[in-house]
């Protein structure tokens, strides 16, 4: 089992950049796809990002690509989502995931594990 924590919301302005963090803990998070997702207001909750257990491989949703960028470190048990060039419509409740696997997913119901979620607002 892993417990997450996240960090690093706040108010930006459009075209600037925040980034998030989430801490992992346990001592086989190594094994977990780790996931960012997002829920505004009177939406569902939506995919955003995805990094490989291993960190070499990533995956993007189609309306952050090229403006986000998904890490990780091993060594800290963390996760970041750089968050640049950011828009109004990138407002929302971001939220990290986690769950044991060998693959890259992109589905709500594919993660077990969830953070209590960061709010991140972006004025026009």
């Known amino acids: 089992q892993v417990q997450l924590v996240e960090s690093g919301g706040g108010l930006v302005q459009a075209g600037g950049s925040l980034r998030l963090s989430c801490a992992a803990s346990?001592?086989?998070?190594?094994?977990?796809?780790m996931g960012w997702f997002r829920q505004a207001p009177g939406k569902e909750r939506e995919f955003v990002a995805a990094?490989?257990?291993?960190?070499?491989?990533?995956y993007y949703a189609d309306s952050v690509k090229g403006r986000f960028t998904f890490s990780r470190d091993g060594a800290k048990n963390m996760v970041y989502l750089q968050m640049n060039s950011l828009k109004p419509e990138d407002t929302a409740v971001y939220y990290c995931?986690?769950?044991?696997?060998?693959?890259?997913?992109?589905?709500?119901?594919?993660?077990?594990?969830w953070g209590q979620g960061t709010q991140v607002t972006v004025s026009s």
């Open positions: 346990g001592r086989t998070f190594s094994s977990y796809t």
């Open positions: 990094v490989w257990r291993s960190g070499d491989s990533t």
């Open positions: 995931a986690a769950r044991l696997g060998s693959y890259i997913y992109t589905s709500v119901k594919q993660y077990p594990y």
